[in-house]
């Protein structure tokens, strides 16, 4: 199954928050292209997560459920390493030592901090500044060519492909640079209630936000009451920013371009739209959905899951840290 000829494909989704369509066609729906052709580890971040207070049952909780979602999602766990970052301690040991290469300077210019720290400002704490030297570290270990994320994460990207030439001008060729993988369907999906946002799982207006273990009456009503305009065309463009949106819903569950769905709105009204984009995303979401209560039902399953990917993960790490270790000059 391992092959050196391969690439490799890393990602990963913090296990915070409720999951939202926005994860789903930002990310997780894009992973399983990837298992054919790749060597792919999918992580879930629970060291990431607690960089935002986190309860500590629900975090337990939400870890079973991510790595359940990502084989929902379509993750074989025999093709794809599927593992939790915190059982794999290189993740925070490297995660220390990039820190020391990376600049406050450039941590300091990070939208996803600033943003954080507005909405956080009673726990602006070190780990949610270093955060993006953490990510690059998970980039890293694994020798990782390509990276499919949302455009949210583009710039920690570039920061980690940053870190990655710093440390081989000053110890010679030790990481892989890698590559985002930012495809057209990895787009941004905008809250339902102020569609210039950016959809996020900790919305507290439940409205704005479709989650991806939603009902099918949930999802309806949320896409019913979503905000449009008052020009009542369902066109795609820049100015209506309500309508694109769903647009880019209905796109990316039905596969039609945004003509067809122009041509197929034409001249029927918001609502028969909203109704259309509502039954698209709930049939999509159907199949994952009834995965996920059959694996999440399994706990020790995912366990089994969980230490065998942690394992295998933790064999590649293991390589990449003593190169670390002995290139940075600490004693074997
Ligand atoms: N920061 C990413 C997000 O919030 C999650 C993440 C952590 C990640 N480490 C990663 C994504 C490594 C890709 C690769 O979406």
């Known amino acids: 199954m391992e092959n050196e000829i391969k690439k490799t494909v890393f990602s990963g989704v913090q296990p915070s928050g409720n999951l939202t369509i926005g994860n789903y066609l930002g990310a997780i729906k894009n992973f399983p292209r990837f298992s054919e052709e790749y060597n792919t580890f999918f992580c879930v971040v ?46 925070a040991e490297l995660g220390w030592i990039l820190d020391c290469y990376t600049m406050f300077g450039e941590l300091s210019r990070m939208t996803q901090f600033k943003d954080k720290s507005a909405k956080n400002a009673e726990n602006i704490n070190a780990g949610l500044f270093t955060y993006p030297a953490l990510m690059a570290a998970d980039i890293l270990l694994y020798k990782t060519d390509l990276v499919p994320v949302g455009v949210d994460q583009k710039q920690h990207l570039e920061l980690a492909r940053d870190v990655a030439m710093r440390f081989n001008q000053v110890y010679g060729e030790t990481f892989t640079v890698p590559e985002p993988f930012i495809s057209e369907d990895t787009m941004k999906i905008m809250s339902l209630a102020e569609p210039t946002a950016k959809m996020s799982k900790s919305d507290p207006n439940q409205n704005a936000v479709v989650y991806i273990l939603d009902t099918k009456d949930d999802i309806m009503r949320k896409f019913k009451r979503a905000v449009t305009d008052s020009d009542c065309t369902v066109r795609y463009s ?12 209905y796109r990316a569950f039905t596969g039609k371009s945004f003509e067809e769905i122009e041509r197929e709105f034409d001249g029927r009204g918001y609502g028969d739209f ?29 366990e089994t899951v969980m230490r065998e990917g942690a394992e295998r ?20």
Not at 59 to 82: F, V
Not at 238 to 249: E, F, I, R
Not at 313 to 332: C, D, E, L, W
């Open 46 to 91: 629970d060291l990431h997560a607690i960089t935002v207070r986190q309860v500590p049952a629900e975090l337990r909780r939400r870890t079973y459920e991510t790595l359940a979602l990502y084989m929902a999602a379509g993750l074989d766990a025999t093709k794809n390493t599927l593992f939790v970052q915190s059982h794999v301690p290189a993740h």
């Open 238 to 249: 820049p100015d209506k920013a309500g309508v694109s949106n769903l647009m880019t819903v």
């Open 274 to 302: 909203k109704a259309a984009v509502g039954e698209a995303c709930a049939d999509g979401l159907a199949p994952v959905r009834a995965e996920f209560d059959r694996l999440i039902a399994d706990k020790a399953y995912l």
């Open 313 to 332: 993960a933790a064999y590649h790490a293991r390589k990449t840290m003593s190169k670390v270790r002995r290139k940075i000059g600490f004693v074997n």
